[in-house]
């Protein structure tokens, strides 16, 4: 092993839902380590919100306005790339929603809208970078899976279930296609400081000591936590991991809690 085979110099790499957030982190891990970055927002005022961070933190990117759900514009956006930049080396599905309701008070319609962003769009955007990796002969794709790919917990029925599809949707395309030098695998980040979880982490809110008692790191993971972890799935340094979920969680997987004082 060299040191250079966690470089992603001379790679493109497309992280949806990447203007803040995760992906935002994840992309900006892929820039330091030499990576052509592009990513996508449903809105070309998130792209723009999202470019001008990049901007702002001395990162060349490409955005597009693209809606992961929507399979034309998937499309679109896939060739798009492929036409300016010849390659898409790297795919991170990291865009994704979650609605926090009981189940029995979930409306189906809002279930269906969880598992089309955060399990339907992961299959349409793999499916669409896949053939052009099968042609160059290489190609890393990551999905965000989360702890609840492993968990449930009350309100977030529709999020687990997508997540815990999620994980199954990796190992299956690194069972179909890892005969064609394509790794696919996951990244579950346990509790992270985004918009995401802003709601859970509001001063006083009962969840923010609950989780800090589950995490034997005793914090909220940062998206930055995130960068090397997944640098190293989208480099070479992983050629031979495939089909693995990757938690980067501060060790709430492993642990049973705090006990009460
Ligand atoms: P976030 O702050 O809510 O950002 C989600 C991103 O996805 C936003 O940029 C959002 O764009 C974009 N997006 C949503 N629906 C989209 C669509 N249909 N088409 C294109 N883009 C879309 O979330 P985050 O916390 O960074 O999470 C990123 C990923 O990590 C998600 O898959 C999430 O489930 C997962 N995750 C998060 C945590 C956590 O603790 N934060 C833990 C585990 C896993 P808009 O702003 O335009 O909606
Ligand atoms: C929640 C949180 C979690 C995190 C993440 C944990 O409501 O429980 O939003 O779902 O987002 O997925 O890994």
């Known amino acids: ?17 990447a203007s803040y957030g995760i992906g935002f982190a994840i992309a900006s891990g892929f820039a330091k380590a030499g990576a052509k970055i592009v990513f996508n927002d449903i809105k070309q005022e998130f792209v723009d919100k999202g470019l001008a961070a990049y901007k702002e933190a001395g990162i060349p990117v490409k955005g597009y306005v693209c809606d992961v759900t929507d399979e034309d514009q998937v499309n679109e956006t896939a060739q798009k790339i492929l036409d300016e930049f010849g390659h898409i080396d790297i795919l991170v599905n990291n865009a994704g929603i979650i609605k926090r309701i009981p189940m029995l008070e979930m ?11 955060d399990l339907n769009a992961p299959f349409i955007v793999s499916k669409a970078v896949i053939p052009a990796m099968i042609k160059q002969g290489h190609g890393k794709i990551i999905n965000i899976c989360s702890m609840m790919s492993e968990l449930g917990r009350e309100t977030v029925s529709a999020y687990a279930a997508a997540k815990g599809g999620l994980k199954m949707l990796t190992r299956n395309i690194a069972s179909e296609y890892g005969q064609y030098n394509i790794q696919c695998n996951g990244i579950g980040p346990g509790y992270i400081e985004t918009p995401q979880t802003a709601p859970l982490r509001t001063p006083g809110h009962p969840f923010n000591e609950f989780i800090l008692s589950k995490t034997p790191a005793n914090r909220w993971g940062k998206p930055e936590d995130l960068m090397g972890p997944a640098v190293f799935l989208a480099s ?11 938690y980067v969680d501060g060790g709430i997987l492993a642990y049973i809690g705090k006990q009460p004082n």
């Open 1 to 17: 092993m060299e040191m250079k085979d966690f470089s992603l110099e001379g790679k493109v790499a497309w992280v949806t839902g």
């Open 107 to 117: 409306k189906a319609s809002e279930f269906r809208q969880v598992i089309d962003v």
């Open 236 to 246: 070479d340094a992983s050629n031979f991991v495939n089909g693995h979920v990757l």
